[in-house]
């Protein structure tokens, strides 16, 4: 089970989480979400993961932006990325990638607050910030 506690850490199974280390896209596993509500920007969304694709090791679609962020805190993927977010889905996420010394930032490179519509990329800092620098300003 996966919980956290503000300024107290990230835990899996009562043991420490952190995010991954990795430093290089061509080492970085990397989740994304569809928003599958917002059809009409699917030729964009997929340009985008095949433009991250091609510098990463290798993309993965969970389909549950909870489960992608504990994944994320727990260092089994290196970032995740979403748009059209409800609070709802990634408020305890956050919590979870935050307290394991990830970050999480909206599409401006923004630390991501607790906003009704969230697009997001989490991960460690220096993964989550070549995807935003590179794919999303």
Same mark, same amino acid.
């Given at each position: 089970m996966f919980y956290a506690e503000k300024d107290k850490g990230s835990f899996l199974n009562g043991k420490r989480i952190y995010v991954s280390d990795a430093e290089q896209m061509k080492d970085s596993l990397i989740s994304v979400g569809t928003s599958p509500y917002f059809k009409e920007e699917a030729e964009q969304n997929f340009m985008r993961f095949a /433009? &991250? *694709? +091609?510098? =990463?090791?290798? !993309?993965?679609? =969970? #389909? /549950?932006? /909870?489960?992608?962020?504990?994944? &994320?805190a727990c260092g089994r993927i290196d970032a995740y990325m979403e748009n059209h977010l409800k609070i709802w889905d990634y408020a305890a996420g956050t919590l979870l990638v935050r307290e394991?010394? #990830?970050? &999480?930032?909206?599409? +401006? #490179?923004? +630390?991501? *607050?607790?906003?009704?519509? #969230?697009? !997001?990329v989490a991960g460690n800092k220096n993964i989550a910030k070549i995807l935003i620098g590179k794919y999303f300003k």
């Open positions: /433009s &991250v *694709f +091609k510098e =990463c090791q290798d !993309i993965r679609r =969970c #389909g /549950s932006a /909870s489960l992608d962020l504990a994944n &994320v394991a010394n #990830g970050e &999480v930032y909206n599409y +401006k #490179g923004e +630390k991501l *607050f607790m906003e009704l519509n #969230g697009n !997001i």
